[in-house]
């Protein structure tokens, strides 16, 4: 494209293409504000590069004018991987659902995180199968009945933002397609962020898995399950009625007729065991004394990326045994007789 990144508006990342998902599925409230966040961030379309793997988010490479990849199932994270490592000045962004990158795709995406390369993942979550017609997934609640679980599942569900937690990112965060503006927020600051970057969206599914995520988005219930974090403000929700305080190391519901806001637990992003709690907050909403859901950014930190680190030890080794040779590699005289 030959006009300027400064001046792109959301159109010039959007392409001719047929947009092929259901009317009213999520997936087109991450599309449009995912076009308008990299239209604001400035990177030319010809320096970034959409990768995704198998499943309706798939899809989303077809859709932003700029360089992409659908690759096969659950490889997304790895192809992206070594994209970065070649190409470490490229804006590289994995789209994934949870099938994808939770089943088929885990050991890949656990692996991308603790290396911390550069680039940013998205994860759609509709806690279903939707391309495949309606299975459960790995985020599936217990009980759920699906087409592969007639009699509800068995199996006990993946919390993704505990699961990356412990796999090392150095980025999470939560959103959901039912607010866009939060959403653009979030996408923002990933795309800031040095290292990889994981955000898990609450992304609805209304022909396989309708109102999964209603609790969190309806108007009606939404202020006394949800709690949107900001770093150095108190966890209150509830339209600031209600509150989480740290009874010694266990969060506490607490009412702010009882306490003020100064007794409360203060978000801090880079505190990595307050982080760590924050993903188990993963109650069934259905409970008296349940936690609210976080969303924002639950933990962000710098640390070495993957890419640089190798191209450090790449430059030692041509410092002190030269440039290669590949000729004389490949004939090289390890050779052996049977």
């Not at 959301?10 to 991450?30: E, F, M």
């Not at 659950?74 to 970065?84: D, F, P, Y």
């Not at 759920?144 to 505990?162: E, Y």
């Not at 203060?266 to 909403?285: N, V």
Request: proline residues 4%.
């Amino acid at each position: 494209m030959t006009k300027n990144p400064e001046d792109y508006t959301s159109k010039d990342l959007a392409t001719d293409q047929d947009v092929r998902w259901c009317p009213g599925c999520g997936d087109y409230s991450i599309l449009k504000q995912m076009q308008g966040t990299l239209a604001e961030a400035g990177v030319a379309v010809e320096d970034t590069v959409f990768v995704s793997g198998i499943g309706c988010s798939s899809r989303f490479p077809y859709y932003m004018n700029t360089y992409g990849i659908h690759s096969i199932h659950g490889r997304a994270t790895a192809m992206a991987s070594g994209l970065k490592a070649a190409r470490q000045d490229l804006s590289v962004w994995v789209i994934t659902g949870d099938g994808d990158s939770l089943s088929i795709g885990g050991n890949h995406l656990i692996h991308l995180l603790r290396r911390n390369f550069d680039v940013n993942v998205v994860l759609f979550n509709n806690e279903i199968y939707g391309l495949t017609k309606g299975q459960y997934s790995p985020t599936s609640p217990k009980g759920q009945v699906t087409k592969s679980t007639p009699m509800g599942s068995l199996d006990h569900p993946f919390n993704p933002g505990a699961l990356v937690m412990g796999a090392g990112s150095t980025f999470v965060a939560r959103s959901m397609d039912r607010d866009p503006k939060h959403m653009r927020e979030i996408l923002k600051a990933a795309s800031d962020h040095k290292g990889t970057s994981f955000i898990e969206v609450y992304q609805n599914c209304h022909v396989f898995n309708d109102g999964a995520f209603g609790v969190y988005t309806d108007k009606d219930s939404k202020a006394m399950t949800t709690i949107f974090l900001k770093d150095g403000e108190p966890l209150v929700f509830a339209g600031e009625e209600k509150g989480i305080r740290l009874n010694g190391m266990k969060p506490e519901l607490v009412s702010l007729s009882d306490y003020s806001k100064e007794d409360l637990w203060i978000h801090d992003s880079s505190d990595r065991y307050k982080a760590l709690m924050l993903t188990e907050f993963f109650d069934d909403q259905s409970k008296e004394d349940a936690l609210p859901r976080p969303f924002g950014i639950i933990y962000q930190e710098d640390r070495f990326r993957y890419e640089e680190a190798m191209q450090d030890q790449i430059d030692k080794a041509v410092e002190v045994k030269g440039e290669g040779d590949l000729d004389a590699l490949i004939r090289g005289g390890h050779t052996w007789s049977v």
